[in-house]
DNA sequence: CCCAAATATTTTATGCTTGAAATAAATGTC
DNA sequence: GACATTTATTTCAAGCATAAAATATTTGGG
């Protein structure tokens, strides 16, 4: 007799799922659920407290860890979004003076972003704001549950990096 | 003797934070990580497979649960995003023919949605292709591991339900 | 040297998303 | 019954995001 509730019967119609198929599901759905949650309370804080963005943030966060600068194409790689999406959003953080865009040499088609001084100073200062902000959003995560989420998470990443059949 | 590592010393820099803060951070943008990946990757798929997108997949899967039809705000309520939102979704999902408006009784402000006999057909259709796709991208997510996973999740998002200070 | 292919980036078209303003209709209060 | 308020929805402006096409430059044969 059968007790593994993730094994079925192989006449079972196409059009039902398993279980664990439908707590994956589920478990996906959590996910969204809770990202979109975050997500809109940082946006909002980012707004009223910044009067800035959520994608700003993201690029100068990855050029305060590269402060030599970064070209368009490391950072829509680093970011894992399209590299027309990051013109745009260095585009305005280069009119609020917060990045410059630094020629290369040898390659007139590539050009080095990075943070301006006033970039520098304005992100070290929001980004312990904004560390304090998901500190506060996930006060009920102890130190044990967020290891616990980061590993589970991990694997589910890693299953699905770049691996396209 | 504090053995406790979320207490910090009271004279500890205000520049500085907490291990448990840095470990809710990492947590944070590890889901955020794996949200993007697992959504762009059903994007394409949407994209290449159905020709729709995930937002019109959600704005179908919630009238496909309400038979009956629901109404704009609760459209917009149920999937967490603002109104003028969901006008333009439903506007596009209308002139596919998933959707219908029909005006309510007594209210002429309102109107109804409700899926066509073709939407619900080919939402059924696409439900099932869609768990498939999500049970793929997380089957190294393990029965246990998804039970862990949507027990911390909720934990965090009822801390973050309606409770605007 | 010439030119095809590859690389780096921007531009374009389309759609999603928000917050705020506008429109329209219903409701309550005097 | 007029009218201020509330409720339901749409419209608008701005920004984010993608895929695909365009532009510009470099590189690698022949």
């Not at 590269?66 to 368009?72: Q, V």
């Not at 009920?140 to 989420?149: M, N, R, T």
Request: charged content about 30%.
């Amino acid at each position: 007799m059968n007790m593994d509730k993730t094994v079925r019967d192989p006449d079972m119609p196409h059009n039902e799922t398993s279980d664990i198929s439908k707590a994956r599901l589920r478990a996906w759905l959590q996910i969204l659920k809770v990202s979109r949650k975050i997500e809109g309370e940082l946006r909002e804080k980012m707004r009223l407290e910044f009067g800035s963005t959520l994608p700003r943030f993201d690029v100068m966060a990855a050029l305060y860890r590269s402060r030599d600068g970064m070209r368009m194409s490391e950072l829509s790689s680093a970011l894992m979004v399209s590299n027309g999406n990051v013109t745009g959003i260095v585009d305005r953080l280069v009119t609020e003076g917060m990045l410059v865009r630094v020629p290369v040499e040898n390659d007139r088609r590539a050009s080095i972003v990075r943070l301006t001084e006033a970039g520098e100073k304005d992100f070290a200062e929001r980004a312990l704001v904004h560390e304090g902000w998901v500190s506060e959003l996930f006060s009920d995560l102890s130190a044990h549950d967020a290891d616990a989420l980061i590993r589970i998470l991990r694997t589910v990443y890693h299953h699905n990096e770049a691996h396209h059949d």
